[in-house]
């Protein structure tokens, strides 16, 4: 029996009121969760859409966004894909447009989990801002229903925009980012040369002052910053052909228009589960961030931080 209040054809709040749980995906329009610690912050939809800054939501974007509210399928994603069949869905719905068995999104005070479920797969997401940190945590939980062992890769993919939004005349933009792996981290980083930013005499322009990475807690099996390898010429966030290889191209360095992909592969045996954490963010210094990304690996520091919230 459900517990909670004001409810409608689309969700309820909870029974303490703490949370706005969505029951279906296909809202009237965006139903959006903004959290923030006051300097860092993100905006998440119940379908996955959304951007992430720092300082100004405007001015210093780290992801790119597109204003949709029609399709909203603009956001950082995670899709999963069964090595054996190959079959490909998202847990969030958008923006594969999967059909899944069982959807849930739950909008809190400070975080959002969603949770899908698609041929005996679930997959729970929950997304935070900790206090005094320029960074976001991504809690990805992977549960087998099934009687049999599953092979199933979680595929990320996210566009870095790196300063004032939106960034038109993208082909000029991305000449001035660049990207590179850094495998005894498991992160990707991405720096510009370029920040555009409104002043009183038009615009002035600097280097953006900082390193914007995206992260793993567990080493990944592959990854690509270059949109064009990812998606395919031609192609759609549906159906990245990135994802239907075997191996990704692992572009880095300069000129492409820059993203944040990663493959992570796991053997789900019948009834078993597995967790990982993804790390997005920023630091003025490259090397700032190792000691906190190694600090957030160990046991029991991602809940501590998450319960802090």
């Known amino acids: 029996m459900m517990n909670g209040f004001f409810k409608t054809d689309y969700g309820y709040f909870s029974e303490h009121g703490d949370e706005y749980i969505i029951t279906r995906f296909d809202t009237p329009r965006p139903w959006i969760n903004v959290i923030s610690n006051g300097r860092y912050g993100l905006t998440i939809s119940q379908v996955g859409g959304g951007f992430s800054w720092i300082d100004h939501s405007n001015l210093n974007r780290l992801t790119r966004w597109n204003q949709d509210m029609i399709r909203d399928d603009w956001g950082k994603y995670f899709y999963l894909k069964d090595e054996e069949s190959g079959h490909l869905w998202c847990p969030t719905v958008q923006p594969a447009g999967s059909r899944l068995d069982r959807y849930q999104c739950r909008h809190g005070i400070g975080y959002t989990r969603i949770t899908g479920c698609h041929e005996e797969i679930e997959c729970s997401i929950r997304v935070f801002v900790p206090f005094e940190m320029t960074f976001e945590i991504w809690s990805v939980q992977l549960k087998n229903l099934g009687n049999r062992s599953r092979r199933i890769s979680i595929y990320t993919y996210l566009e870095w925009c790196l300063g004032a939004a939106p960034d038109h005349h993208r082909e000029f933009h991305r000449t001035f980012i660049s990207t590179s792996f850094r495998p005894e981290m498991n992160m990707l980083t991405a720096d510009k040369v370029l920040w555009e930013v409104p002043a009183k005499r038009g615009h002035w322009n600097t280097e953006w002052p900082y390193t914007a990475f995206w992260a793993c807690s567990q080493p990944v099996d592959d990854y690509d910053s270059a949109k064009e390898s990812v998606i395919g010429q031609y192609g759609s966030f549906a159906a990245p052909a ?60 991602v809940e501590r931080l998450f319960n802090q919230t």
Do not use: C
């Open 242 to 301: 990135g994802f239907s290889r075997n191996r990704m191209a692992r572009s880095t360095g300069r000129w492409h228009d820059a993203v944040a992909s990663f493959k992570k592969e796991y053997d789900l045996s019948p009834h078993g589960s597995n967790e990982t954490h993804f790390f997005l963010g920023v630091q003025t210094q490259a090397m700032e961030m190792d000691d906190p990304i190694r600090r957030l690996t160990t046991d029991g520091e």
